[in-house]
């Protein structure tokens, strides 16, 4: 592959495409719903969120929402996770789990047909109001995550992630990473308590896409969502408070040294969001044509990987630039990686940046939602994070709009030097 | 691609096309160049994918590593077309596109709005013919690859593992090779041989072209015509087989790395698919395969992982459709507290179970339900339909035999699951490689060339 990059997380940098139509409603259990109907092929595709995710660890128990979410199919009502998986299975329905740190839940892929999708949104019921969360269960899949997190602590871009987030955010939740120790404490009781308190209709926000009416929409979404716990209102999470600037060095003998560079930028909804997603495809979240890429990898031959994001949260999530280089010579690429940023901070994009940044996020709309898959993850991000339901309208007019200034002002404010972490694993 | 190749599941093996309609559609142009088109009207996307013919084992020894090289040189412009301006053209259209090299092909893609497909393919014709290939943009780009290697193999435990494991399990056939090349060979690659590589095998006789979405086939082919048939054919070079003798005893490697949990990986040499019609065996190990790790009730995770608490993680994999040798792989770490000896035994075990035991009608009825459920949430993703495609046509089959294909592996009975499972897994053709992790010494450095493969 030519790049790694992948899913760089322009997240909600997409598209309004004529002719989807977003149905929203809050169902009598007071979960709130947004559907599009779309009968082109017999699928159904579902997901159920709720504000549950690691932000929300108690004090010492980092890992809890991730656990919690791992294991609600691991017993729920009368069925152990042996029959939940065989049923699922019979019926060609996939499950999957949410664990983010705002969000966890659930989502489901079922064929439509009658027989298939009704077994499969029983199962999905289950899950979400009654997860027995077996003792026997919870201590396998705790020894497994304990390993997974020593594993990790040994991966030099494992070791890099967790130690970014701590930088960024210190004293605050999202800086938190579970722990073997922090693992170990946790108990089948406190994954009941966690459910218990979490996974109600009020902090519900069910999506659904595919091959039933509005009628039938909003059966499922009532009778997805009328037996979960009563739960707590959502708790405030503290507020985010900017790191010093500073670098940190890990030691380790991998070849390539890790450099992540960042702080907390911007959440959800924020009004310079357009501003900093249109500017980031300029400066590193772009691919191939962005000036990362052609300073650090196409000139120089520095990385293979080199990039910037913006990840908004309920509150600021990270701006973030990365690249993994051979450690001889980790120093000089992130010299040019860091001019790179200080000279867009500084200068913003030249017109001609800005007009290829807003031809890529509006003309390739229509790429980014063309699947049921891909629109699902628009709507329960439009749903969960409370945006516009005419998010997709507004995308092409709200890009259109951003100016050269607007995205200058926009880094200003939001990516300042004076609160720029970088952490480099394996540096010299 | 490396991963697709382990665990390549069942359910990548979808239909080309669930339909007898003549949905999609072919032309072969007159240079030989051939031409399938899936016309998929969902929503206004095209993905336009051109797939060579010559993958990492078409290389010779001392030049591993140049198709891929190469690919990442097919950015670098052409004679009208500068450095970075396809890249920049998809992304203004909207579009995204990249290229992948594996064992068997390398493939260029683009995915954009369809009104640029004529673009796209006239760029990817002109590159098929006239690439501009500079020493200075060479030695800049053989470093990216460099770093390339680096994340991928020699920061990365299981991918040494990998390494290891294909460079002991082949003696002879070119699938003892990385994709990504040895970084010896990359340190004395030079811009000729990526040239000559361009030469040999970047023409239109060693192409097809794969569009799906919202297009009118008899458009794309007057568009194919006007592009890609203007490009002349040219004699390709002569394959040789390049067998890999028979195998008569087990080989073991071991891999020490910087790691916590250990690995293991369990290969054995089966046949690959050759004749979709008459083969049966194959579409059995397929079906074994499935048994195994092809959904969550599969027995592996549930008997190693769940059950017995003996693994971390445990997977198998088969992938038939391959143009050189195949085989069948089983792979996982152990549990803390229980070793990679515990493991292998494990792993053995439950080969041994379908052997004795055979399988149940239910996990039979669960695989064909599986394969019918991938055919309709195949029809999601049109990426996945190209690939899906364009994979099958790389070793060397036609699109027209998909739906038999799955049809055969509909076909399978639990008596013939249960003879392969008898038949392929004694220790003559078995290679196993194993992850000896090493506590990590932050004061030690690895030194540039430790790629620990031993035979």
Redesign the interface.
Same mark, same amino acid.
């Given at each position: 592959?030519? $790049?790694?990059l992948a899913a760089l997380v322009m997240a909600l940098s997409a598209a309004a &495409?004529a002719g989807v139509k977003i149905e929203h409603w809050v169902a009598p259990s007071g979960a709130r719903v947004y559907f599009v109907e779309t009968h082109? =092929?017999? +699928?159904l595709d579902v997901e159920v969120d709720f504000s549950a995710g690691s932000a929300y660890d108690p004090p010492g128990k980092a890992g809890l929402a991730g656990l919690t979410a791992n294991l609600l199919d691991g017993g729920a009502g009368d069925l152990d996770?042996?029959a939940i998986?065989?049923r =699922?299975?019979? $019926?060609?329905?996939?499950?999957g789990g949410v664990a983010e740190s705002d969000r966890a839940g659930v989502t489901l892929?079922t064929?439509a047909w009658p027989k298939e999708r009704a077994a499969a949104l029983a199962l999905l019921q289950l899950v979400l109001a009654r997860p027995t969360f077996p003792e026997a269960v919870v201590a /396998?899949e705790k020894? /497994?995550s $304990?390993?997974?997190i020593?594993?990790a #602590?040994?991966?030099?871009d494992a070791i890099s992630a967790k130690r970014f987030a701590a930088a960024i955010y210190p004293d605050h939740p999202y800086g938190v990473s579970a722990t073997v120790e922090s693992v170990g404490r946790l108990g089948r009781d406190d994954l009941a308590a966690f459910h218990r308190d979490h996974y109600s209709a009020r902090r519900a926000v069910v999506s659904i896409i595919g091959d039933v009416s509005r009628a039938e929409a909003e059966r499922i979404a009532q009778s997805l969502t009328e037996a979960l716990p009563a739960g707590l209102p959502e708790a405030p999470l503290p507020d985010v408070k900017l790191p010093t600037a500073a670098t940190i060095k890990v030691? &380790?003998?991998?070849?390539?040294s890790h450099i992540h560079v960042g702080l907390p930028a911007v959440r959800r909804g924020d009004p310079d969001y357009f501003a900093l997603l249109v500017g980031n495809y300029s400066l590193g979240g %772009? %691919?191939?044509?962005s000036r990362l890429m052609?300073e650090v !990898?196409?000139? !120089?031959?520095?990385?293979?990987?080199v990039y910037s994001y913006i990840a908004p949260r309920k509150l600021e999530g990270p701006f973030e630039m990365g690249m993994?280089?051979? !450690?001889e010579q980790a120093g000089d690429a992130l010299k040019v990686a860091n001019d790179v940023l200080a000279g867009f901070i500084k200068g913003g994009p030249t017109e001609a940046e800005l007009a290829?940044a807003k031809?890529?996020? +509006? #003309?390739?709309?229509? =790429?980014r +939602?063309?699947?049921? *898959?891909k629109l699902l993850g628009y709507l329960a991000t439009i749903g969960f994070f409370n945006l516009p339901l005419s998010y997709l309208d507004d995308f092409p007019a709200r890009v259109a709009a951003v100016t050269a200034k607007g995205v200058r002002e926009a880094f200003a404010r939001h990516v300042k030097a004076e609160h720029l972490v970088t952490v480099i694993v *394996?540096a010299? | 691609m490396k991963r697709a190749l382990w665990f390549a599941a069942l359910l990548t093996a979808g239909s080309a096309s669930s339909s007898v309609s003549a949905n999609p559609y072919e032309k072969q142009l007159s240079n030989g160049m051939r031409v399938i088109v899936k016309e998929d009207h969902r929503a206004p996307t095209a993905v336009h994918m051109v797939w060579y013919r010559a993958g990492a084992m078409d290389e010779q020894d001392g030049y591993s590593g140049v198709a891929h090289v190469l690919e990442h040189m097919m950015f670098k412009g052409t004679s009208t077309v500068k450095g970075g301006e396809f890249n920049r053209i998809v992304a203004e259209a909207g579009g995204r596109d990249n290229a992948f090299t594996s064992l068997d092909y390398t493939a260029y893609f683009q995915i954009v709005p369809n009104t640029a497909l004529p673009r796209m393919m006239e760029l990817e014709a002109d590159r098929m013919a006239n690439l501009r290939l500079t020493a200075a943009d060479f030695a800049s780009e053989l470093k990216v690859v460099m770093e390339e290697r680096r994340t991928r193999t020699e920061d990365n435990p299981q991918g040494l593992v990998y390494e290891a494991l294909n460079a002991t399990a082949y003696r002879a056939h070119p699938y003892r090779r990385p994709i990504i090349g040895w970084m010896n060979d990359l340190e004395n690659m030079t811009w000729q041989d990526a040239h000559d590589w361009y030469r040999r095998w970047y023409v239109p006789n060693n192409a097809y072209l794969l569009v799906v979405g919202d297009v009118d086939h008899a458009r794309v082919f007057r568009d194919a015509e006007r592009t890609y048939g203007r490009v002349k054919a040219r004699a390709l070079p002569v394959r040789k087989p390049q067998k890999e003798p028979a195998q008569t005893g087990v080989k073991r490697v071991t891999v020490k790395a910087p790691a916590k949990l250990p690995y293991i990986a369990m290969a054995w040499k089966v046949p690959r698919l050759k004749d979709v019609e008459h083969d049966r065996e194959q579409y059995a190990l397929e079906v074994l395969a499935g048994v195994l790790d092809g959904n969550d009730a599969a027995r592996l995770s549930k008997s190693l992982v769940r059950s017995q608490k003996l693994a971390q993680s445990a997977g198998a994999g088969y992938d038939g459709t391959v143009r050189g040798e195949a085989m069948f792989i089983l792979d996982g770490q152990p549990a803390e507290g229980r070793t990679v000896a515990e493991l292998e035994a494990a792993l053995r075990a439950e080969l041994q179970r379908v052997a004795d035991e055979g399988i149940t009608a239910d996990e039979l009825a669960r695989i064909k339900t599986q394969v019918i459920a991938g055919e309709v949430y195949k029809r999601d993703s049109m990426m996945a339909q190209a690939m899906e495609i364009g994979r099958f046509e790389a070793s060397g089959f036609s699109w027209r035999d998909y739906d038999k294909l799955l049809e055969k592996i509909r076909a399978v009975t639990a008596e013939e699951v249960q003879a392969v499972a008898k038949k392929y897994f004694g220790d003559d053709t078995l290679t196993v490689a194993v992850l000896d992790p090493q506590p990590i010494d932050e004061s030690q450095p690895k030194k540039k060339s430790a790629v620990p493969v031993r035979h």
């Amino acid at each position: 592959m030519r $790049i790694l990059l992948a899913a760089l997380v322009m997240a909600l940098s997409a598209a309004a &495409h004529a002719g989807v139509k977003i149905e929203h409603w809050v169902a009598p259990s007071g979960a709130r719903v947004y559907f599009v109907e779309t009968h082109d =092929l017999p +699928i159904l595709d579902v997901e159920v969120d709720f504000s549950a995710g690691s932000a929300y660890d108690p004090p010492g128990k980092a890992g809890l929402a991730g656990l919690t979410a791992n294991l609600l199919d691991g017993g729920a009502g009368d069925l152990d996770e042996e029959a939940i998986s065989a049923r =699922l299975v019979d $019926i060609g329905a996939r499950m999957g789990g949410v664990a983010e740190s705002d969000r966890a839940g659930v989502t489901l892929r079922t064929l439509a047909w009658p027989k298939e999708r009704a077994a499969a949104l029983a199962l999905l019921q289950l899950v979400l109001a009654r997860p027995t969360f077996p003792e026997a269960v919870v201590a /396998r899949e705790k020894a /497994r995550s $304990i390993a997974a997190i020593q594993e990790a #602590d040994t991966r030099p871009d494992a070791i890099s992630a967790k130690r970014f987030a701590a930088a960024i955010y210190p004293d605050h939740p999202y800086g938190v990473s579970a722990t073997v120790e922090s693992v170990g404490r946790l108990g089948r009781d406190d994954l009941a308590a966690f459910h218990r308190d979490h996974y109600s209709a009020r902090r519900a926000v069910v999506s659904i896409i595919g091959d039933v009416s509005r009628a039938e929409a909003e059966r499922i979404a009532q009778s997805l969502t009328e037996a979960l716990p009563a739960g707590l209102p959502e708790a405030p999470l503290p507020d985010v408070k900017l790191p010093t600037a500073a670098t940190i060095k890990v030691a &380790h003998p991998a070849a390539q040294s890790h450099i992540h560079v960042g702080l907390p930028a911007v959440r959800r909804g924020d009004p310079d969001y357009f501003a900093l997603l249109v500017g980031n495809y300029s400066l590193g979240g %772009g %691919g191939f044509v962005s000036r990362l890429m052609k300073e650090v !990898r196409e000139k !120089r031959g520095y990385a293979y990987s080199v990039y910037s994001y913006i990840a908004p949260r309920k509150l600021e999530g990270p701006f973030e630039m990365g690249m993994q280089t051979k !450690r001889e010579q980790a120093g000089d690429a992130l010299k040019v990686a860091n001019d790179v940023l200080a000279g867009f901070i500084k200068g913003g994009p030249t017109e001609a940046e800005l007009a290829a940044a807003k031809k890529n996020l +509006i #003309d390739g709309l229509g =790429l980014r +939602i063309d699947s049921n *898959a891909k629109l699902l993850g628009y709507l329960a991000t439009i749903g969960f994070f409370n945006l516009p339901l005419s998010y997709l309208d507004d995308f092409p007019a709200r890009v259109a709009a951003v100016t050269a200034k607007g995205v200058r002002e926009a880094f200003a404010r939001h990516v300042k030097a004076e609160h720029l972490v970088t952490v480099i694993v *394996a540096a010299d | 691609m490396k991963r697709a190749l382990w665990f390549a599941a069942l359910l990548t093996a979808g239909s080309a096309s669930s339909s007898v309609s003549a949905n999609p559609y072919e032309k072969q142009l007159s240079n030989g160049m051939r031409v399938i088109v899936k016309e998929d009207h969902r929503a206004p996307t095209a993905v336009h994918m051109v797939w060579y013919r010559a993958g990492a084992m078409d290389e010779q020894d001392g030049y591993s590593g140049v198709a891929h090289v190469l690919e990442h040189m097919m950015f670098k412009g052409t004679s009208t077309v500068k450095g970075g301006e396809f890249n920049r053209i998809v992304a203004e259209a909207g579009g995204r596109d990249n290229a992948f090299t594996s064992l068997d092909y390398t493939a260029y893609f683009q995915i954009v709005p369809n009104t640029a497909l004529p673009r796209m393919m006239e760029l990817e014709a002109d590159r098929m013919a006239n690439l501009r290939l500079t020493a200075a943009d060479f030695a800049s780009e053989l470093k990216v690859v460099m770093e390339e290697r680096r994340t991928r193999t020699e920061d990365n435990p299981q991918g040494l593992v990998y390494e290891a494991l294909n460079a002991t399990a082949y003696r002879a056939h070119p699938y003892r090779r990385p994709i990504i090349g040895w970084m010896n060979d990359l340190e004395n690659m030079t811009w000729q041989d990526a040239h000559d590589w361009y030469r040999r095998w970047y023409v239109p006789n060693n192409a097809y072209l794969l569009v799906v979405g919202d297009v009118d086939h008899a458009r794309v082919f007057r568009d194919a015509e006007r592009t890609y048939g203007r490009v002349k054919a040219r004699a390709l070079p002569v394959r040789k087989p390049q067998k890999e003798p028979a195998q008569t005893g087990v080989k073991r490697v071991t891999v020490k790395a910087p790691a916590k949990l250990p690995y293991i990986a369990m290969a054995w040499k089966v046949p690959r698919l050759k004749d979709v019609e008459h083969d049966r065996e194959q579409y059995a190990l397929e079906v074994l395969a499935g048994v195994l790790d092809g959904n969550d009730a599969a027995r592996l995770s549930k008997s190693l992982v769940r059950s017995q608490k003996l693994a971390q993680s445990a997977g198998a994999g088969y992938d038939g459709t391959v143009r050189g040798e195949a085989m069948f792989i089983l792979d996982g770490q152990p549990a803390e507290g229980r070793t990679v000896a515990e493991l292998e035994a494990a792993l053995r075990a439950e080969l041994q179970r379908v052997a004795d035991e055979g399988i149940t009608a239910d996990e039979l009825a669960r695989i064909k339900t599986q394969v019918i459920a991938g055919e309709v949430y195949k029809r999601d993703s049109m990426m996945a339909q190209a690939m899906e495609i364009g994979r099958f046509e790389a070793s060397g089959f036609s699109w027209r035999d998909y739906d038999k294909l799955l049809e055969k592996i509909r076909a399978v009975t639990a008596e013939e699951v249960q003879a392969v499972a008898k038949k392929y897994f004694g220790d003559d053709t078995l290679t196993v490689a194993v992850l000896d992790p090493q506590p990590i010494d932050e004061s030690q450095p690895k030194k540039k060339s430790a790629v620990p493969v031993r035979h």
